[in-house]
């Protein structure tokens, strides 16, 4: 039992020790990239938009505050 337990130990370190260097990798790569961007004079990316949302009172589902459709119920408020 205390071999499987220390396999599945190392199978978990050396996991998430992967994900960690992975991790460490794509930020340091977008700060490269970031640092680019500023040394060629480019603005920021910019952040998508959000949406206001409201919920349908009959089945929950979220739709756009602005572009409201019905989800098909008889009960539903957007038609």
Request: glycine letters at 6%; one cysteine or more; hydrophobic letters at 45%.
């Amino acid at each position: 039992m205390l071999k499987f337990l220390t396999l599945v130990l190392l199978i978990a370190a050396v996991w998430f020790g992967f994900k960690f260097v992975a991790r460490t990798q794509a930020i340091a790569k977008a700060k490269r990239e970031m640092q680019a961007r500023r040394e060629a004079g480019l603005p920021r990316p910019r952040p998508r938009d959000a949406q206001e949302m409201v919920r349908c009172a009959s089945c929950g589902v979220y739709v756009s505050a602005t572009k409201t459709s019905a989800c098909g119920r008889p009960d539903c408020p957007y038609r």
